[in-house]
Protein backbone atom coordinates (compact mmCIF):
# COMPACT_ATOMS: atom_id res chain seq x y z
CA UNK A 1 0.00 0.00 0.00
CA UNK A 2 1.32 3.78 -0.75
CA UNK A 3 1.65 6.16 2.04
CA UNK A 4 2.60 9.71 2.19
CA UNK A 5 2.42 11.93 4.67
CA UNK A 6 2.63 15.75 4.93
CA UNK A 7 4.30 17.17 7.48
CA UNK A 8 3.85 20.86 7.68
CA UNK A 9 5.22 23.56 10.68
CA UNK A 10 5.79 27.60 10.69
CA UNK A 11 9.20 27.39 9.20
CA UNK A 12 8.85 24.32 6.53
CA UNK A 13 7.03 21.42 4.50
CA UNK A 14 8.16 18.13 4.86
CA UNK A 15 7.18 14.99 3.07
CA UNK A 16 7.53 11.37 3.68
CA UNK A 17 6.91 8.75 1.30
CA UNK A 18 6.46 5.07 2.02
CA UNK A 19 5.73 2.65 -0.77
CA UNK A 20 6.19 -1.07 -1.43
CA UNK A 21 6.37 -3.03 -5.07
CA UNK A 22 5.70 -6.59 -4.78
CA UNK A 23 7.77 -8.69 -7.02
CA UNK A 24 6.58 -11.88 -8.63
CA UNK A 25 8.51 -13.91 -11.39
CA UNK A 26 8.33 -17.68 -11.61
CA UNK A 27 10.79 -20.37 -12.28
CA UNK A 28 10.13 -23.18 -14.20
CA UNK A 29 11.94 -26.57 -14.75
CA UNK A 30 10.66 -28.24 -18.10
CA UNK A 31 12.79 -30.71 -20.80
CA UNK A 32 12.62 -30.22 -24.21
CA UNK A 33 11.73 -26.45 -24.19
CA UNK A 34 12.45 -26.01 -28.23
CA UNK A 35 10.32 -28.85 -28.96
CA UNK A 36 7.28 -27.15 -30.47
CA UNK A 37 4.67 -29.31 -28.85
CA UNK A 38 6.06 -28.11 -25.54
CA UNK A 39 3.93 -24.96 -24.72
CA UNK A 40 6.13 -23.43 -22.14
CA UNK A 41 8.13 -20.70 -23.65
CA UNK A 42 5.20 -19.30 -26.08
CA UNK A 43 3.03 -19.19 -23.03
CA UNK A 44 5.81 -17.26 -21.14
CA UNK A 45 5.93 -14.99 -24.54
CA UNK A 46 2.43 -14.99 -24.52
CA UNK A 47 1.80 -16.48 -27.85
CA UNK A 48 -1.01 -18.32 -28.88
CA UNK A 49 0.31 -19.29 -32.67
CA UNK A 50 -2.21 -17.48 -34.04
CA UNK A 51 -1.82 -14.07 -34.11
CA UNK A 52 1.73 -13.54 -35.46
CA UNK A 53 4.67 -11.55 -32.74
CA UNK A 54 8.09 -10.62 -32.68
CA UNK A 55 10.44 -10.53 -29.80
CA UNK A 56 13.68 -9.34 -29.29
CA UNK A 57 16.04 -12.52 -28.64
CA UNK A 58 19.84 -11.62 -27.33
CA UNK A 59 21.75 -15.20 -27.19
CA UNK A 60 25.06 -16.24 -26.24
CA UNK A 61 26.98 -16.75 -29.70
CA UNK A 62 27.97 -19.95 -28.63
CA UNK A 63 24.19 -21.32 -28.21
CA UNK A 64 22.66 -19.35 -31.25
CA UNK A 65 25.64 -21.86 -33.10
CA UNK A 66 24.18 -24.80 -31.41
CA UNK A 67 20.50 -23.85 -31.24
CA UNK A 68 19.52 -21.62 -34.11
CA UNK A 69 18.16 -24.48 -35.99
CA UNK A 70 15.88 -25.73 -33.21
CA UNK A 71 14.94 -21.86 -32.07
CA UNK A 72 13.98 -21.34 -35.85
CA UNK A 73 11.30 -24.63 -35.58
CA UNK A 74 10.33 -23.45 -32.35
CA UNK A 75 9.40 -19.49 -33.50
CA UNK A 76 8.27 -20.38 -36.40
CA UNK A 77 5.46 -23.28 -35.04
CA UNK A 78 4.51 -20.34 -32.73
CA UNK A 79 3.87 -17.85 -35.25
CA UNK A 80 6.95 -15.67 -33.70
CA UNK A 81 9.63 -13.45 -35.58
CA UNK A 82 12.31 -13.26 -33.77
CA UNK A 83 15.11 -10.39 -34.02
CA UNK A 84 18.21 -12.12 -32.82
CA UNK A 85 21.14 -9.86 -31.01
CA UNK A 86 24.35 -11.87 -30.44
CA UNK A 87 26.62 -11.22 -28.00
CA UNK A 88 29.81 -13.47 -26.48
CA UNK A 89 29.17 -14.76 -23.00
CA UNK A 90 32.78 -14.87 -22.13
CA UNK A 91 33.47 -12.70 -19.15
CA UNK A 92 35.51 -10.10 -20.80
CA UNK A 93 32.15 -9.29 -22.33
CA UNK A 94 30.88 -8.45 -18.94
CA UNK A 95 31.41 -4.65 -19.24
CA UNK A 96 29.14 -1.81 -20.21
CA UNK A 97 29.31 -1.73 -24.16
CA UNK A 98 27.38 -4.59 -24.60
CA UNK A 99 24.68 -3.74 -22.23
CA UNK A 100 24.49 -0.32 -24.50
CA UNK A 101 24.78 -2.33 -27.65
CA UNK A 102 21.97 -4.31 -26.33
CA UNK A 103 19.60 -1.62 -24.98
CA UNK A 104 20.42 -0.16 -29.23
CA UNK A 105 19.11 -3.67 -30.21
CA UNK A 106 16.09 -2.58 -27.96
CA UNK A 107 15.10 0.54 -29.58
CA UNK A 108 15.43 -0.71 -32.99
CA UNK A 109 13.41 -3.79 -32.45
CA UNK A 110 10.75 -1.14 -31.46
CA UNK A 111 9.81 -3.06 -28.38
CA UNK A 112 6.15 -2.44 -27.21
CA UNK A 113 6.87 -1.58 -23.44
CA UNK A 114 4.75 -3.72 -21.25
CA UNK A 115 3.58 -7.21 -23.54
CA UNK A 116 6.99 -7.78 -26.04
CA UNK A 117 9.32 -9.51 -23.81
CA UNK A 118 13.18 -9.65 -24.20
CA UNK A 119 13.90 -13.46 -24.36
CA UNK A 120 17.71 -13.67 -23.09
CA UNK A 121 19.56 -16.91 -23.84
CA UNK A 122 22.85 -17.94 -22.68
CA UNK A 123 25.02 -18.65 -19.80
CA UNK A 124 25.32 -16.06 -16.44
CA UNK A 125 26.94 -13.38 -18.44
CA UNK A 126 24.88 -13.39 -21.35
CA UNK A 127 21.86 -12.92 -18.59
CA UNK A 128 23.25 -10.01 -16.85
CA UNK A 129 23.97 -8.37 -19.48
CA UNK A 130 20.15 -8.34 -20.79
CA UNK A 131 19.34 -8.04 -17.22
CA UNK A 132 21.17 -4.92 -16.66
CA UNK A 133 19.93 -3.21 -20.30
CA UNK A 134 16.69 -4.73 -19.31
CA UNK A 135 16.31 -2.57 -16.13
CA UNK A 136 17.46 0.38 -17.43
CA UNK A 137 15.62 0.45 -20.52
CA UNK A 138 12.26 2.55 -20.43
CA UNK A 139 13.51 2.46 -16.09
CA UNK A 140 11.87 -1.31 -16.85
CA UNK A 141 11.11 -3.35 -19.92
CA UNK A 142 9.81 -7.18 -19.14
CA UNK A 143 12.58 -9.77 -19.89
CA UNK A 144 12.50 -13.77 -19.92
CA UNK A 145 16.09 -15.97 -18.67
CA UNK A 146 17.16 -19.28 -20.55
CA UNK A 147 20.19 -20.11 -18.92
CA UNK A 148 21.49 -22.57 -20.77
CA UNK A 149 25.05 -23.42 -17.83
CA UNK A 150 24.59 -25.76 -14.92
CA UNK A 151 25.63 -22.50 -12.78
CA UNK A 152 23.03 -20.76 -14.57
CA UNK A 153 19.99 -23.04 -14.48
CA UNK A 154 21.18 -23.15 -10.62
CA UNK A 155 22.12 -19.92 -9.49
CA UNK A 156 23.05 -16.89 -12.12
CA UNK A 157 19.19 -17.36 -13.63
CA UNK A 158 17.20 -17.68 -10.90
CA UNK A 159 17.81 -14.73 -8.69
CA UNK A 160 16.98 -11.39 -9.76
CA UNK A 161 20.37 -9.44 -9.67
CA UNK A 162 22.05 -8.25 -12.52
CA UNK A 163 25.19 -6.62 -13.14
CA UNK A 164 28.55 -6.23 -14.77
CA UNK A 165 32.38 -5.87 -14.15
CA UNK A 166 33.91 -1.71 -13.53
CA UNK A 167 36.93 -0.62 -12.19
CA UNK A 168 38.63 -3.80 -11.83
CA UNK A 169 36.18 -4.72 -9.75
CA UNK A 170 33.37 -7.76 -10.16
CA UNK A 171 29.66 -6.68 -10.75
CA UNK A 172 30.75 -3.67 -8.80
CA UNK A 173 27.78 -2.13 -11.59
CA UNK A 174 24.33 -3.08 -11.45
CA UNK A 175 20.12 -3.82 -10.24
CA UNK A 176 18.10 -5.67 -8.98
CA UNK A 177 15.56 -6.62 -11.74
CA UNK A 178 13.54 -9.88 -11.70
CA UNK A 179 12.21 -11.37 -15.11
CA UNK A 180 9.12 -12.30 -15.88
CA UNK A 181 10.53 -15.91 -15.83
CA UNK A 182 13.12 -18.11 -15.91
CA UNK A 183 12.87 -21.28 -17.71
CA UNK A 184 15.25 -24.30 -16.65
CA UNK A 185 16.00 -27.10 -19.68
CA UNK A 186 18.66 -29.33 -18.25
CA UNK A 187 18.98 -30.83 -21.93
CA UNK A 188 21.01 -27.72 -22.89
CA UNK A 189 23.68 -28.84 -20.55
CA UNK A 190 23.83 -31.83 -22.91
CA UNK A 191 26.53 -30.01 -24.93
CA UNK A 192 28.58 -28.36 -21.89
CA UNK A 193 32.04 -29.67 -21.65
CA UNK A 194 33.69 -30.92 -18.60
CA UNK A 195 35.09 -27.78 -17.23
CA UNK A 196 32.08 -25.76 -17.43
CA UNK A 197 30.12 -28.86 -15.85
CA UNK A 198 32.49 -28.90 -12.54
CA UNK A 199 32.25 -25.31 -12.94
CA UNK A 200 28.41 -25.39 -12.11
CA UNK A 201 28.58 -28.09 -10.00
CA UNK A 202 31.12 -25.84 -7.27
CA UNK A 203 27.76 -23.53 -6.48
CA UNK A 204 25.99 -27.13 -6.06
CA UNK A 205 28.07 -27.97 -3.56
CA UNK A 206 28.23 -24.32 -1.76
CA UNK A 207 24.16 -25.12 -1.75
CA UNK A 208 25.10 -28.68 -0.06
CA UNK A 209 27.47 -27.09 2.33
CA UNK A 210 25.73 -24.14 4.36
CA UNK A 211 21.88 -25.77 3.65
CA UNK A 212 21.69 -29.06 2.86
CA UNK A 213 23.08 -32.45 4.07
CA UNK A 214 21.16 -34.20 1.62
CA UNK A 215 22.45 -32.79 -0.83
CA UNK A 216 26.09 -32.94 0.16
CA UNK A 217 25.65 -36.66 0.37
CA UNK A 218 23.88 -37.36 -3.33
CA UNK A 219 26.69 -35.34 -5.21
CA UNK A 220 29.65 -37.07 -3.05
CA UNK A 221 27.21 -40.20 -4.14
CA UNK A 222 27.52 -39.43 -7.93
CA UNK A 223 30.57 -37.31 -8.23
CA UNK A 224 31.83 -39.86 -10.96
CA UNK A 225 29.03 -39.64 -13.35
CA UNK A 226 27.77 -35.77 -13.03
CA UNK A 227 29.01 -35.23 -16.62
CA UNK A 228 27.00 -33.40 -19.09
CA UNK A 229 25.40 -36.89 -20.38
CA UNK A 230 23.73 -37.32 -16.90
CA UNK A 231 22.79 -33.94 -15.91
CA UNK A 232 21.15 -33.48 -19.26
CA UNK A 233 19.31 -36.83 -18.15
CA UNK A 234 16.19 -37.53 -16.37
CA UNK A 235 18.53 -39.66 -13.74
CA UNK A 236 16.18 -39.43 -10.76
CA UNK A 237 19.33 -38.90 -8.32
CA UNK A 238 20.26 -36.04 -10.43
CA UNK A 239 17.23 -34.59 -11.27
CA UNK A 240 16.87 -34.86 -7.12
CA UNK A 241 20.36 -32.62 -7.11
CA UNK A 242 19.20 -30.07 -9.82
CA UNK A 243 15.84 -29.61 -7.57
CA UNK A 244 17.44 -29.49 -4.11
CA UNK A 245 20.30 -26.94 -5.53
CA UNK A 246 17.05 -24.41 -7.15
CA UNK A 247 15.25 -24.60 -4.10
CA UNK A 248 17.73 -24.25 -1.80
CA UNK A 249 18.94 -21.21 -3.60
CA UNK A 250 15.24 -19.56 -4.04
CA UNK A 251 14.57 -20.10 -0.60
CA UNK A 252 17.49 -18.43 0.69
CA UNK A 253 16.98 -15.50 -1.80
CA UNK A 254 13.18 -14.82 -1.32
CA UNK A 255 13.42 -13.24 1.62
CA UNK A 256 16.32 -11.10 1.19
CA UNK A 257 15.54 -10.08 -2.43
CA UNK A 258 17.23 -6.63 -2.56
CA UNK A 259 19.88 -7.99 0.03
CA UNK A 260 18.69 -6.16 3.39
CA UNK A 261 20.33 -8.15 5.60
CA UNK A 262 24.08 -8.42 4.97
CA UNK A 263 24.30 -11.60 6.19
CA UNK A 264 23.49 -14.15 3.35
CA UNK A 265 24.52 -17.83 3.86
CA UNK A 266 24.20 -17.53 -0.41
CA UNK A 267 27.56 -15.21 -0.21
CA UNK A 268 29.61 -18.63 0.99
CA UNK A 269 32.70 -18.65 -1.11
CA UNK A 270 31.99 -14.93 -2.48
CA UNK A 271 34.42 -13.15 -0.32
CA UNK A 272 37.84 -13.43 -1.64
CA UNK A 273 36.57 -14.98 -4.91
CA UNK A 274 35.34 -11.94 -6.80
CA UNK A 275 38.80 -10.46 -6.61
CA UNK A 276 40.28 -13.90 -7.29
CA UNK A 277 38.41 -14.24 -10.53
CA UNK A 278 39.46 -10.87 -12.20
CA UNK A 279 43.04 -11.35 -12.03
CA UNK A 280 43.82 -14.93 -12.05
CA UNK A 281 46.42 -16.00 -14.55
CA UNK A 282 45.86 -18.63 -15.68
CA UNK A 283 42.13 -17.45 -15.84
CA UNK A 284 39.89 -19.14 -13.43
CA UNK A 285 35.54 -19.36 -14.33
CA UNK A 286 33.51 -18.25 -11.56
CA UNK A 287 32.71 -22.00 -10.18
CA UNK A 288 36.31 -22.54 -10.09
CA UNK A 289 37.27 -19.19 -7.76
CA UNK A 290 34.13 -20.15 -5.51
CA UNK A 291 36.31 -23.34 -5.31
CA UNK A 292 38.95 -22.15 -3.75
CA UNK A 293 37.55 -19.31 -1.54
CA UNK A 294 35.16 -22.41 -0.52
CA UNK A 295 38.29 -24.55 0.23
CA UNK A 296 39.59 -21.39 2.24
CA UNK A 297 36.74 -21.17 4.20
CA UNK A 298 36.33 -25.39 5.01
CA UNK A 299 39.80 -24.76 6.60
CA UNK A 300 38.99 -21.88 8.49
CA UNK A 301 35.68 -23.68 10.04
CA UNK A 302 38.22 -26.95 10.65
CA UNK A 303 39.93 -24.73 12.70
CA UNK A 304 37.88 -23.30 15.01
CA UNK A 305 35.87 -26.24 15.54
CA UNK A 306 32.93 -25.52 13.72
CA UNK A 307 33.95 -28.57 11.34
CA UNK A 308 35.43 -31.93 12.00
CA UNK A 309 38.40 -33.32 10.07
CA UNK A 310 36.73 -36.13 8.30
CA UNK A 311 33.99 -33.80 7.21
CA UNK A 312 36.53 -31.38 5.97
CA UNK A 313 38.50 -33.52 4.24
CA UNK A 314 35.14 -34.94 2.58
CA UNK A 315 34.05 -31.84 1.39
CA UNK A 316 37.63 -31.07 0.16
CA UNK A 317 38.15 -34.33 -1.56
CA UNK A 318 34.25 -33.95 -3.12
CA UNK A 319 35.56 -30.73 -4.92
CA UNK A 320 38.79 -32.16 -6.64
CA UNK A 321 36.48 -35.54 -7.36
CA UNK A 322 34.14 -33.34 -9.76
CA UNK A 323 37.29 -31.13 -11.16
CA UNK A 324 37.51 -28.35 -8.96
CA UNK A 325 40.48 -26.22 -8.28
CA UNK A 326 41.39 -25.96 -4.49
CA UNK A 327 44.05 -23.50 -4.56
CA UNK A 328 45.52 -21.06 -7.16
CA UNK A 329 49.30 -19.42 -7.71
CA UNK A 330 47.56 -15.99 -7.24
CA UNK A 331 45.49 -16.80 -4.35
CA UNK A 332 47.94 -15.10 -2.17
CA UNK A 333 47.78 -13.73 1.60
CA UNK A 334 48.19 -10.36 0.04
CA UNK A 335 45.04 -10.95 -2.40
CA UNK A 336 43.11 -12.49 0.20
CA UNK A 337 43.90 -9.52 2.68
CA UNK A 338 43.10 -7.09 -0.39
CA UNK A 339 39.79 -8.95 -0.55
CA UNK A 340 38.61 -9.09 2.27
CA UNK A 341 39.07 -5.55 2.61
CA UNK A 342 37.13 -5.09 -0.22
CA UNK A 343 34.05 -7.29 0.90
CA UNK A 344 34.15 -5.80 4.01
CA UNK A 345 33.12 -2.01 2.49
CA UNK A 346 30.44 -4.29 0.45
CA UNK A 347 29.13 -5.64 3.69
CA UNK A 348 28.57 -2.35 5.29
CA UNK A 349 31.97 -2.48 7.99
CA UNK A 350 31.66 -5.95 8.99
CA UNK A 351 33.05 -9.71 7.83
CA UNK A 352 30.13 -11.10 7.89
CA UNK A 353 32.15 -14.03 6.59
CA UNK A 354 29.71 -17.46 6.41
CA UNK A 355 31.07 -20.44 7.21
CA UNK A 356 30.07 -24.25 7.75
CA UNK A 357 28.85 -25.12 11.02
CA UNK A 358 28.88 -28.69 10.22
CA UNK A 359 28.33 -30.06 6.70
CA UNK A 360 24.90 -28.57 6.05
CA UNK A 361 24.88 -25.77 8.10
CA UNK A 362 26.15 -22.11 8.48
CA UNK A 363 27.34 -19.53 10.70
CA UNK A 364 28.41 -15.78 10.14
CA UNK A 365 32.00 -14.47 11.75
CA UNK A 366 33.44 -11.03 11.99
CA UNK A 367 36.63 -11.35 13.47
CA UNK A 368 39.12 -13.62 11.07
CA UNK A 369 42.62 -12.27 11.35
CA UNK A 370 46.03 -12.30 9.37
CA UNK A 371 47.20 -14.92 11.41
CA UNK A 372 44.10 -17.17 11.01
CA UNK A 373 44.60 -16.64 6.74
CA UNK A 374 48.01 -17.21 6.83
CA UNK A 375 47.63 -20.93 8.81
CA UNK A 376 44.32 -21.85 6.34
CA UNK A 377 45.79 -21.29 3.54
CA UNK A 378 49.53 -22.79 4.03
CA UNK A 379 47.12 -25.77 5.18
CA UNK A 380 45.28 -25.57 1.73
CA UNK A 381 48.98 -25.59 -0.34
CA UNK A 382 50.17 -28.57 1.39
CA UNK A 383 46.81 -30.28 0.95
CA UNK A 384 47.60 -32.60 -2.08
CA UNK A 385 50.86 -34.11 0.35
CA UNK A 386 48.38 -34.57 3.42
CA UNK A 387 45.90 -36.65 1.31
CA UNK A 388 47.78 -38.18 -1.73
CA UNK A 389 45.82 -36.35 -4.61
CA UNK A 390 46.63 -35.14 -7.57
CA UNK A 391 45.26 -31.58 -7.06
CA UNK A 392 45.97 -29.52 -9.84
Known sequence: ??????????????????????????????????????????AACGLDGKKCGKRLVVIDDEVYTLYKGQLDIYFSAWNLAP?????????????????LNVADAMIKAGLLRRTEAVIAIGGGVSLDIVGFAASLYRRGIPYIRIPTTLIGQIDAGIGIKTGINYGHHKNRLGSYFAPTEALIDPTFLCTLDERHISNGISEIIKMALIKDNRLFQLVEKNADILNAQALSSNNTEVEEILSRAIDG????????????????????????????????????????????????????????????????????DLMIRVGLPIKHLNFTLDLIEAALDDT??????????PLTDGIGKVTFVNDLSKSELHVALAYINRYKRQRGMNVA
Not at 1 to 23: D, G, L, P, Y
Not at 83 to 99: F, L, Q, R, T, Y
Not at 263 to 282: I, K, M, N, Q
Request: glycine share 6%.
Open 249 to 316: MLEELEPNLWEGNLERSVDYGHTFSPTLELCAEPELLHGEAVAIDIALSIVLALHRGLLTFEDSCRAL
Open 83 to 99: IWHIISGGESAKVIEPV
Open 344 to 353: IKHRDGLQRV
Open 1 to 42: MNHMRFITNTSSSNWQIRAQREVEYKVRLTRALLNPANITLA
